[in-house]
């Protein structure tokens, strides 16, 4: 499966953005999707994640009420919305893809990555 987010860019903090990932390929609705993180200087670290039908959804701590994953299966297309917008959050944003589903996301755990898009949120 092909991957490709979009959506990313500046804002202030307190601010929104929505991220996209679309897919192609093999039957996006077989997969498990993820969205992951990297800042500068920093290791990947997992944001949020959905199960293919989308019953079942995991956060980080870190942006648990603030961030809500969800995808359409008609569009093959996961979001991340992205509310209350904090200087940390700035980093590049990678969607990722899987068979499976664990309840606490790796970036080991993700066979399938798109490339990442920018999100900057300026204080």
């Known amino acids: 499966v092909q991957l490709q987010a979009s959506g990313g860019g500046l804002v202030q903090t307190g601010g929104s953005l929505r991220l996209s990932c679309a897919a192609s390929g093999r039957t996006f609705s077989s997969f498990s999707m993820g969205w992951f993180r990297q800042a500068p200087g920093k290791e990947r670290e997992f944001v949020a994640a959905?199960?293919?039908?989308?019953?079942?959804?995991y956060y980080a701590d870190s942006v648990k009420g603030r961030f809500t994953i969800s995808r359409d299966n008609t569009k093959n297309t996961v979001y991340l919305q992205m509310n209350s917008l904090k200087p940390e959050d700035t980093a590049v944003y990678y969607c990722?893809?899987?068979?499976?589903?664990?309840?606490?996301?790796?970036?080991?755990?993700?066979?399938?990555w798109g490339r990442g898009t920018l999100v900057t949120v300026s204080s």
């Open positions: 990722a893809a899987d068979d499976h589903l664990y309840s606490d996301p790796r970036p080991a755990d993700f066979g399938y």
């Open positions: 959905i199960s293919w039908s989308g019953g079942v959804t």
